[in-house]
């Protein structure tokens, strides 16, 4: 069996110590095929090319920036990613985040996810869409869709994006849908408290989502508190067999496929 981690943050020091033995080593064991690797601020650009330079057809890079990381783009910015965006797969993780308002205000928030949706139109790349809400507040996806729905001009792709780190019940699935995104499952679609997850992403269906780790964060249930990586993703697979009640085989063809026409990976 067949997997691809479609968003992932080996980068992090977290990987340090051994991130030469986890891609060329452990991963290919664990049955991964791709890791899809998320350079979201300015300084992690360069590293997430050159990763991808050094494992070819295994990592590929998702280049863009993070809600959080807004108060970090200078002018000059926009022009260098304008001009790496070409080698990359996506653009991500943009969007909102509702959670870091005293580093990054909304205002700001709202002006830099505007850019980057203007530069995916521009470069006619999918989008890897961050949204993340303070509690029960939704307003964030509120926002999130109201923008998509003023500015954004879908790629030409089979998939326009991913609403990546699916956490919120199906009200915000179906709006993500509506709009051609699938739904990025990780680590919190396994979390004992969520069955409201479990329930929209089964409401969804499994031709709707794609797995990912988003790691070092975000283990599933029995490893939680480890850090996480992709090597996980066929537990997390295992996880969505059994709560939508299809074999794992299913479940690893259907989300490698769709990763695949997301990105437009060969
Ligand atoms: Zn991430």
């Known amino acids: 069996m067949q997997f691809i981690d479609s968003h992932a943050h080996l980068n992090d ?8 033995t986890l891609l060329s080593t452990v991963l290919p064991q664990a049955g991964i095929t791709t890791s899809i690797e998320i350079g979201c601020s300015p300084e992690e650009w360069q590293p997430a090319l050159d990763l991808t ?12 920036v993070h809600p959080e990381y807004a108060p970090l783009l200078q002018p000059q910015h926009e022009g260098q990613l304008k001009e790496l965006l070409p080698q990359a797969v996506a653009v991500g993780e943009i969007g909102l985040d509702y959670t870091c308002l005293e580093i990054s205000n909304k205002e ?28 029960e507040d939704y307003s964030a996806y509120d926002d999130c869709f109201e923008t ?3 500015q954004w001009h879908p790629c030409s792709g089979a998939y326009p994006g991913v609403l990546h780190c699916f956490c919120a019940r199906y009200e915000e699935a179906k709006r993500a849908l509506d709009n051609g995104l699938l ?10 408290k969520n069955e409201y997850i479990r329930e929209a992403v089964k409401k969804a269906g499994l031709d709707k989502i794609i797995l ?34 299809v074999p794992l085989e299913e479940v ?15």
Request: net charge positive.
């Open 13 to 20: 020091p977290a990987f340090d110590q051994d991130r030469e």
């Open 53 to 64: 330079a050094r494992y070819p057809g295994f990592v590929y890079p998702v280049l863009g």
């Open 108 to 135: 700001l928030q709202q002006q830099i996810f505007t850019q980057m949706l203007e530069l995916a139109k521009q470069v006619n790349k999918p989008i890897v869409l961050h949204v993340r809400r303070e509690a």
């Open 148 to 150: 998509l729905k003023r």
């Open 183 to 192: 739904l990025g499952i990780n680590g919190c679609f396994t979390y004992k």
């Open 212 to 245: 990912e780790t988003d790691c070092p964060y975000l283990s599933p249930q029995g490893k939680r508190g480890q850090r996480n990586d992709p090597s996980n993703i066929p537990l997390l697979a295992q996880f969505v067999a059994d709560y939508l009640d």
């Open 252 to 266: 690893a063809q259907q989300t490698t496929l769709r990763a695949k026409e997301l990105y437009n990976l060969p």
